[in-house]
């Protein structure tokens, strides 16, 4: 059984237009994040939904609008894509957040390499 | 502001000798550390964590290490195996962080 999926995992797309990434977790975790790899290899949140709420928001550009239908599903979706969004975006999971135990263990999705052509 | 770093971006070492990854972090309200480890093409795994209230985690081969006056901890894995050929990245929370904060990694490379 996949604990975090993200699909697609693969997606080449022309400059602006919008796509959408998928992530579910059957983890039963309350706290869902995305995050990005860049070129650099660094990985850096994006965003935070805790219970469908959303709490982290790391100054991403508003092309970026994160959706949480229910607390198993947060989705990313990307208008306008410019050159610069090509990267690798992972989903991940955990229990809880900020609470700087062990349920801040994050599980993370296998990521979606996007390129923006 | 990098808050956690792993100075050492790739590290070779031979089966069955140790390897010893090292982070250092500066944010002081850190207090819950991980490592992760990272095969291409797939997502980070986490391998082993370490609570601020302890100074030494230890799970079979994979031993963490935390000298939090230092503000500096490391991964130890021995033997080391082929397989654990990968990238691993450190990182930190914390009651006020709100999320993981995570270092640059480091690329090990474990030889025959």
């Known amino acids: 059984d996949t604990a975090v999926s993200q699909t697609p995992k693969y997606l080449v797309t022309q400059m602006g237009n919008d796509k959408s990434i998928k992530c579910e977790q059957n983890?039963?975790?309350?706290?869902m994040y995305w995050y990005k790899q860049d070129s650099k290899k660094f990985l850096k949140i994006m965003f935070s939904?805790?219970?469908?709420?959303?709490?982290i928001n790391e100054t991403v550009p508003n092309r970026f609008s994160p959706k949480s239908p229910d607390k198993a599903h947060l989705n990313l979706h990307i208008n306008s894509l410019e050159l610069g969004d090509s990267a690798v975006y992972f989903c991940?999971?955990?229990?809880?957040?900020?609470?700087?135990?062990?349920?801040?263990?994050?599980?993370f999705g296998p990521g979606t390499r996007l390129t923006v052509l | 502001d990098q808050q956690v770093k792993q100075n050492s971006p790739s590290l070779s070492v031979q089966e069955g000798r140790i390897s010893i990854l090292n982070c250092d972090y500066t944010?002081?309200?850190?207090?819950?550390f991980l490592w992760y480890k990272k095969y291409p093409a797939e997502g980070p795994t986490f391998l082993i964590s370490?609570?601020?209230?302890?100074d030494k985690n230890e799970d079979g081969r994979f031993t963490v290490f935390l000298n939090k006056s230092a503000k500096h901890l490391s991964l130890h894995i021995v033997p080391s195996q082929p397989g654990d050929s990968a990238v691993y990245f450190c990182?930190?929370?914390?009651?006020?962080?709100?999320?993981?904060?995570f270092g640059t990694g480091t690329r090990l490379q474990v030889t025959l």
């Open positions: 944010n002081s309200m850190f207090d819950y």
């Open positions: 939904y805790n219970n469908k709420e959303l709490i």
């Open positions: 983890l039963g975790h309350d706290t």
């Open positions: 991940a999971s955990s229990y809880r957040v900020g609470t700087g135990g062990s349920t801040d263990t994050q599980y």
């Open positions: 370490i609570s601020s209230i302890k």
């Open positions: 990182a930190a929370s914390g009651r006020t962080a709100s999320k993981l904060t």
